[in-house]
């Protein structure tokens, strides 16, 4: 699950700096990259979405994962 936490967060990331991007300049950089609204680029759209809504879903778990872990990705020790 970590790798896959990490990419979705990556993508969420860089959709996050594209939005950015468009509210700012009105620049769309999926676009420039990929064309406007070519398949490619709806595909990037899409899987950001997807990404978006796997965060929304698994906030707790996600949560849960990385909290439990201390610096250097070690287990916490038990608070008991």
Same mark, same amino acid.
């Given at each position: 699950?970590? @790798?896959?936490?990490? /990419? %979705? @967060?990556?993508?969420? /990331? %860089?959709?996050?700096?594209?939005w950015g991007l468009i509210g700012?300049?009105?620049f769309d950089l999926v676009a420039a990259i990929f064309g406007d609204m070519t398949v490619i680029?709806?595909?990037v759209y899409t899987v950001v979405g997807?990404?978006?809504l796997?965060?929304?879903?698994?906030?707790?778990?996600?949560?849960?994962?990385?909290?439990e872990m201390a610096p250097g990705g070690r287990e916490a020790p038990s608070p008991t």
């Open positions: 699950m970590r @790798a896959l936490d990490s /990419i %979705v @967060a990556i993508l969420l /990331i %860089v959709g996050g700096l594209n700012i300049f009105r680029s709806r595909i997807i990404c978006a796997y965060w929304i879903v698994e906030w707790g778990a996600i949560r849960r994962r990385y909290g």
